[in-house]
């Protein structure tokens, strides 16, 4: 059965890498963080990940070999084997790698749990963080793409093709034609990313290199600037309500690096939201995160502790962790 104590999570992401040392109570006990060395391909990130997770157990107090190690990764991952299917250009060579596998044998057979990041993002926040005693709700994350998560009676959909909670690739009227980067046109991934509010404010004739252009622009009132943002909102506020009507969650939270424009973007995403949802689904909040920069590798820690991720269990496979407590059984009061 599950052993008590400490969890270690690790958060793989474009640019940079954490990993945890957790107690259950999500108190962090230990943290690394490195560069993500894209660029060297993956055998390179997988070695550095397993240097990782070996810094910070022995900085947390860890002895002995590592025995349970959760993972969430940028990419498709394939929650029953943890492989990675696919991946942007931000992890080039990152598709195809049997990342479960491989990281469990530098880590000498510990047990290795693979779930997307934003699945990941999820399961932390649904447990120490925004949806806290939840078991129905939407995550997002809005940074350079859109990422999404759905958590239904508390298991995280994965769907047929691992692909359930792309909310990003969500068609809605205000994306008109623009082009996303899956290449189809009219998602909101296509307005609503923070890539895609630098690309409307441009467009506009504002002149922004990132973000933080666009949210400095913002805060000096530059019309185009709130134009880009206000899009964005209305078409990430739209996209969740089509959405929400179809899967009923409690809360929907929002995430991501996007959230340096948080105030005008969700108020337009609440307006937009209240637009098309069902009248029923009123009362859904649009949440701020609560765990900023930790909820990936957070909510990788609970991955040790029950089957990996939101594998169906009767699929689970038998190397992989022993049955425990699945997200249905988290504490509602
Ligand atoms: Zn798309």
């Known amino acids: 059965m599950t052993a008590p104590g400490p969890r270690l999570g690790l958060d793989i992401g474009g640019t940079k890498m954490l990993a945890v040392l957790a107690d259950p109570s999500g108190t962090v006990l230990a943290q690394r963080e490195r560069p993500t060395p894209a660029r060297s391909g993956a055998q390179s990130i997988v ?121 990003g690739h969500m068609a809605v009227p205000q994306a008109g034609d623009r082009r996303c980067p899956c290449g189809r046109r009219g998602h909101v991934e296509a307005i609503a990313s923070g890539t895609a509010m630098v690309e409307t404010y441009r467009l506009a004739g504002g002149q922004a290199a990132t973000l933080v252009d666009v949210a400095a622009a913002l805060r000096a009132g530059d019309e185009r600037a709130v134009d ?72 990788a820690t609970l991955l040790g502790a029950r089957p990996p991720g939101p594998a169906d269990p009767e699929h689970h496979q038998n190397d992989t962790a022993p049955s425990a407590p699945t997200p249905s059984s988290r504490g509602l009061s």
Request: aromatic content about 2%; cysteine-free; hydrophobic content about 50%.
């Open 228 to 299: 880009a943002v206000r899009l964005a909102g209305r078409g990430l506020g739209t996209a969740l309500a089509s959405l929400a009507n179809a899967v009923d969650p409690q809360v929907i939270v929002v995430g991501g690096g996007a959230l340096q424009v948080s105030q005008l973007l969700l108020a337009q995403a609440r307006a937009a939201f209240a637009e098309t949802a069902l009248a029923s689904l009123g009362g859904v909040e649009i949440r701020h995160a609560q765990l900023p920069g930790l909820a990936v590798a957070l909510g």
């Open 47 to 167: 070695t550095t990940a397993a240097e990782l997770l070996r810094e910070v157990a022995l900085a947390g107090g860890m002895t002995g070999p590592l025995r349970r190690v959760g993972v969430g990764t940028a990419g498709v991952v394939d929650h029953r084997t943890g492989t990675i299917l696919a991946a942007t250009d931000a992890l080039p060579g990152w598709a195809g790698t049997p990342l479960a596998a491989e990281l469990s044998a530098l880590l000498d057979g510990a047990q290795v749990a693979v779930v997307n990041d934003v699945v990941a993002f999820a399961l932390g926040e649904g447990r120490y963080g925004a949806a806290a005693g939840l078991t129905s709700y939407v995550a997002v994350t809005v940074g350079t793409g859109v990422g999404g998560a759905v958590v239904v009676d508390g298991t995280p959909l994965v769907g047929a093709h691992h692909l359930a909670g792309h909310v």
